[in-house]
């Protein structure tokens, strides 16, 4: 049970976009600026940013919902989960590898990102704007694991939700849907994500 | 020096969303709702949930800048804030006000760490569900925040009365800064 009421048929973020739409209208438009617009980065790349610092952050919707959407835009299901267990090692280029050892420090502190880490990280030709990004995504994250999990909102456990899920953040993005989210309101109370 | 090409001399977040205005307008948006807007906490109170978990994030800049505009905002009883941030136990909070700080400290740490127990103990004091959504929302936002400014190494001011300036403007509210040439 969520700590205080939401629609019973908006799990995890979008119920709480949509208990305060004033303050979620901001952070839509940040989320979907930094994820699906302009960038050197991929879409897939920026939802392993997302990926990376929710699986840390031990958030389960978070971390299901965006892998699931990492999964889609990548075409494979395998690079999340290596980047998941050793970014290292993981099937990405060089830079990215640099980029999500930064948005890894982002997820413990500021403070823990190092003039090593950002010269790693040019050295391995990433941009200023592509270094201010990943930063910007994992704090961003930060913010929404720490949402979803300090209210704790529902979590499904149904791997078809999320895939579901993944399509809707494809097709849609991170913007409210124009006709708001009725539709997925079901008689018998069980969940619908698209 | 910040780690990447932002104006030089201007400090913390303003270097940053001038450095990247399209994500700077969202960014000052969000503060300007959650801190001033409509919200059964007032604009004070928000600004120590601020200062609080940014002091608890070691982000000195965003420390320091929230702290001056909560103690421009709580005017006479601006003590509180330096209670807060420093000998907590002393400071003059409502009960249901100390409640909240404990929950937004917990966020701090992870959203994980508030158990029910701790928001049962704010609605014995009297919490709504919108104060205690907004401490949780300001407190993850500042999480955000304080990782932005940070993890970027923006220039944080080391004058006291750069702050005290920075405090008086943000009271009056959030507004993007715009690049001068």
């Given at each position: 049970m969520s700590y205080i009421p939401l629609e019973q048929h908006l799990p995890g973020i979008t119920g709480l976009l949509e208990y305060r739409k004033d303050s979620g209208a901001p952070i839509r438009e940040l989320t979907q600026i930094l994820?699906?617009?302009?960038?050197?980065?991929?879409a897939g790349e920026r939802e392993l940013i997302a990926t990376v610092v929710s699986s840390r952050n031990e958030c389960r919707f978070c971390t299901a919902a965006h892998t699931a959407a990492a999964n889609i835009l990548l075409e494979n299901t395998d690079t999340v989960e290596a980047v998941k267990q050793d970014i290292d090692t993981a099937p990405v280029s060089d830079k990215l590898k640099t980029l999500l050892h930064i948005a890894a420090l982002v997820q413990i502190s500021?403070?823990?990102?190092t003039a090593e880490a950002i010269t790693a990280a040019k050295q391995a030709g990433a941009t200023d704007r592509e270094i201010h990004d990943t930063v910007l995504i994992a704090a961003l994250f930060c913010l929404y694991n720490r949402y979803v999990d300090g209210l704790a909102t529902m979590t499904p456990t149904d791997p078809a939700f999320y895939e579901g899920l993944g399509q809707r953040l494809k097709q849609h993005g991170y913007n409210r849907l124009p006709q708001g989210y009725d539709h997925l309101k079901t008689k018998d109370n069980t969940l619908k994500s698209i | 020096m910040a780690y990447i090409n932002v104006p030089e001399g201007v400090p913390g977040i303003r270097s940053l969303v001038l450095f990247?205005?399209?994500?700077?307008k969202p960014l000052y948006q969000l503060a300007q709702v959650l801190l001033r807007e409509d919200s059964p906490l007032t604009p004070a109170e928000r600004e120590l949930i601020a200062a609080h978990v940014s002091s608890r994030n070691n982000c000195r800049f965003c420390m320091e800048s929230h702290a001056a505009a909560a103690r421009c905002l709580y005017g006479t009883d601006k003590q509180i804030v330096d209670d807060v941030l420093n000998a907590p136990s002393r400071a003059d909070l409502s009960p249901k006000m100390r409640a909240l700080l404990h929950i937004a400290g917990k966020v701090q740490l992870s959203g994980k760490q508030v158990t029910p127990e701790d928001i049962a103990a704010a609605r014995e004091q009297g919490a709504s569900d919108r104060e205690i959504h907004d401490t949780v929302l300001i407190a993850a936002a500042f999480c955000m925040f304080n990782r932005y400014v940070d993890g970027l190494a923006s220039w944080t001011p080391t004058d006291p009365a750069v702050y005290e300036e920075m405090g008086l403007r943000m009271a009056k509210g959030y507004v993007l800064p715009k690049q001068t040439t």
């Open positions: 994820l699906r617009g302009e960038s050197t980065l991929t500021g403070k823990a990102v | 990247r205005p399209e994500t700077g």
